[in-house]
């Protein structure tokens, strides 16, 4: 079978923030990422071995010159030397561990330094959504023209209502080409005539590149789940919002606060954290109540919400996004990241519901291994050890 990733930068922007962050911060940190596949699939015979087959490829994959000098133009907060070590990173399959059990579940295990495996979440999981649908049958049916037609008529819905939105789409796509379709078509009705709303770009760096978009992304909540066997589930989102802001000098973007709940982080936000930051990023709970949280503890620490972005992210359709946006009323500046609802929204086809999640961490190669987790609003994104879960979450 042809190689599924390509392009080294068909990948989220996030990664990249996320790898000069580690490298900077944790650069002798060694980690395991775990597979979690939230529908319980139980895959084809032999989707491992095509897989392998897959991941084996990617060490063909390497950074371009004219990817390299995209990401240097339109990412001004990573430095020149970074592109230096992106020219001499390769990938490599010994960190990846796959295989299928007897009722035909996937598991897989990614393990080694931090900066190198944090690359695979990504093509990892694009992959894997894009070959169970051609296992399927499913690129086999897909009518371009219909769908093109469905991408059309969302993005006129959206720019018409106002929304300011962008792709976060890679992960769980149908395929690499029905994302570059769609995001090519939300893009030339975008240009077409000025609208209300606006079409912010694409997480994706390959097609921000290729469409002349802008990349979107900041981070991941791997950064604070790894900061919480460090310093601890009350100072970890002070610790990562500090030491990232120290690592970008200012460019901070917006901060995903809901690693651990958003008790735990409100109730640690300082001013300064608050004003370093443009907003913050909801990808958990029911968005009316963060929104009001999210304004009430601004106006406690004297800051004028309307002032600062908030981007909601959480499985959004666009008709969710639309009635989110008619409640926030202007009162903070709001965004939307929509994902699978635009990539793999096909008829006749179902879409993965995968992730890959930092589930063990050590700052060094000679510390002890600790279980990394994820708590999350929404009890059904809790992930990791079972047992550290409920300690946490009685003592929060």
Known sequence: MKQIITHFTDNDLYTFSCQYYVMMKYPRAEVEYTFIDRNGTCYPEGFADLLQEQVNGMVNVKIT??????????????????????????????????????????????????FSTIMWEMPL?????????????????????????????????????????????????????????????????????????????TSNVWLAKELNLKALGTMSHQLISFEEIVSGVFECNYNVMRKFSDVFE????????????????FKNLSKRMAMMYTGLRV???????????????????????????????NGLDIDRAIAIHKYVDGRVKDSYGVGTNLTCDINNAKPSNIVVKLTKGRITECREWHDCIKLSCDKGKTLGNAEKCAYILSQI
């Open 250 to 265: 200012g460019d901070n973007g917006t901060y995903l606060y809901d690693c651990f709940g958003d008790d735990v982080f």
């Open 283 to 313: 990808d958990s709970g029911v968005e009316e109540e963060q929104t009001e949280k999210i304004i009430e503890k601004y106006k406690q620490l004297g800051i004028d919400p309307t002032s600062k972005q908030v981007v909601y992210s």
């Open 125 to 201: 999981l694009s992959t894997i959504s894009e070959l169970t649908h051609i296992l399927n049958g499913d690129v086999e049916r897909y009518d371009r023209e219909a769908e093109r037609k469905k991408a059309y008529d969302k993005t006129v819905k959206f720019l018409e209502n106002g929304l300011i939105l962008g792709d976060m789409g890679t992960r769980r796509r149908f395929s690499f080409a029905h994302q570059e379709m769609v995001i090519q078509t939300m893009a030339e009705v975008f240009r077409s005539k000025k609208w209300s709303g606006v079409f912010t770009g």
């Open 65 to 114: 010159e004219e990817e390299i000098e995209f990401m240097a133009n339109h990412c001004v907060w990573l430095p020149l030397w970074y592109f230096n070590f992106l020219k001499g990173y390769s990938f490599n399959p010994a960190e990846v561990t796959i295989s299928q059990d007897a009722e035909s579940h996937l598991n897989i295990k990614v393990q080694g330094k931090w």
